[in-house]
Nanobody, 123 residues
């Protein structure tokens, strides 16, 4: 059974940090593109960080560039999202998604999705 499971969300103060994890089971991520999308209340889902598992190539949305870092551990079949200098506008449900092809910023091109993890940035 193919599954992506996110963890690591929570409540953090503005300026703080969180690290999200996305663990895959049921398939090998080595040739996949993995993305982190987020959806805030009342807003459309947006892609924020992307990584190719094969070579580690990354891409970031402008809204998180310089603050978020996506990384991978192929041995653990896991992708991480390190989020620093968090802002209230980063509050959202964060989803990881996978596709068996190159990086795409289009959510409908991703075949596998996790259940999401809530990130709340508030004082």
């Amino acid at each position: 059974q193919v599954q992506l499971v996110e963890s690591g969300g929570g409540l953090v103060q503005p300026g703080g940090s969180l690290r999200l994890s996305c663990a895959a089971s049921g398939f090998n991520l080595d040739y996949y593109a993995i993305a982190w999308f987020r959806q805030a209340p009342g807003k459309e889902r947006e892609g924020v960080s992307f990584i190719m598992m094969s070579d580690g190539a990354t891409y970031y949305a402008d809204s998180v560039k310089g603050r978020f870092t996506i990384s991978r551990d192929n041995a653990k079949n896991t992708v991480y999202l390190q989020m620093n200098s968090l802002k209230p506008e980063d509050t959202a449900i964060y989803y990881c998604a996978g596709r068996d092809w190159d990086i795409s910023t289009l959510e409908y091109e991703y075949d596998y999705w996790g259940q999401g993890t809530q990130v709340t940035v508030s004082s």
